[in-house]
């Protein structure tokens, strides 16, 4: 087909899933006779948003909540439709969900919160000697540390970590808690508990692709094609093909695309 005269470029955030759904969508890509090339690992969200923007990379996964208050800087995270009415005055279009919201949650170690009764992020004020260990980017986000701090009205200083080591980290009582998100792949295998926010504070992270408004039909016809094609407990699975199982997002995502029919 003549799609193989388009060479699109596809980004992604620098985390184990944004990795394998930038290999989903690229090898979806591919299926469709489009040329690919992967950028995929650009870094923090405002870098490969920018990426997207300028033109370094035509297409990448990113999440509403993420979209709505670390880009948009709103207060509240609006629907799909809502959010592309703003969208288009950034020259965006969001897809539809590829069918799963993959949240923050702060978790710790089961054994420890049972032993001090810890169930939700309220709890936490209650024990302000706890040691937080919080991404960077969690620190610095709208819908991140401070105003999690102020709502829940936690006191506790966090310190910054990766987030691919802070799992071990609390394995090794280096750090009581940490911002998870919760289809990470490794959360059972840790034996950590996601604490429940009871207030909703933490808006919708649908997965959506995003793309300039200008894109290829055809590349956007390509991309819906994923739409809903993944739940929570799917995502979860396989990311933890990858941290656990050791297999390459390579691998995870092509095996996923034949398991659904849309690969050969
Ligand atoms: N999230 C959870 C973050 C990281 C994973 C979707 C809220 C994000 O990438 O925006």
Redesign the pocket.
């Known amino acids: 087909t003549n799609n193989a005269n388009t060479t699109i470029t596809v980004g992604s955030?620098a985390?184990n899933?944004?990795y394998l759904l930038g290999e989903l969508v690229a090898q979806k890509l591919e299926i469709d006779g489009f040329n690919v090339e992967r950028k995929l690992g650009l870094g923090k969200?405002i870098i490969t948003y920018g990426a997207l923007r300028y033109g370094d990379i035509d297409v990448y996964v990113?999440?509403t909540?993420?979209l709505a208050q670390?880009i948009f800087k709103l207060k509240n995270t609006p629907s799909i439709e809502q959010l592309n009415e703003l969208a288009k005055q950034h020259e965006l279009k969001v897809l539809r969900s590829l069918g799963f919201n993959?949240?923050?949650a702060l978790v710790m170690d089961k054994a420890k919160a049972s032993k001090l009764e810890i169930k939700t992020l309220a709890d936490l004020a209650k024990h302000p000697q706890l040691k937080f260990g919080l991404t960077h980017?969690f620190i610095k986000r709208e819908?991140g540390w401070e105003k999690l701090a102020i709502h829940y009205q936690l006191n506790h200083q966090p310190v910054g970590i990766e987030h691919g080591l802070a799992y071990e980290a609390i394995q090794a009582e280096k750090i009581d808690i940490t911002d998870a998100?919760?289809t990470d792949g490794d959360i059972d295998k840790f034996n950590l508990l996601l604490l429940e926010d009871n207030d909703d504070y933490f808006p919708r992270?649908d997965?959506v692709p995003l793309v300039r408004a200008n894109a290829d039909p055809a590349m956007v016809k390509s991309l819906e094609a994923l739409a809903g094609i993944l739940d929570e407990a799917t995502m979860q699975r396989l990311n933890g093909e990858v941290v656990n199982q050791g297999k390459t997002f390579a691998e995870v995502a092509h095996q996923f695309l034949v398991s659904q029919g849309l690969k050969k």
């Open positions: 955030k985390f899933e944004g969200t990113e999440y909540g993420t670390a993959n949240t923050y980017e819908d998100y919760s992270y997965a």
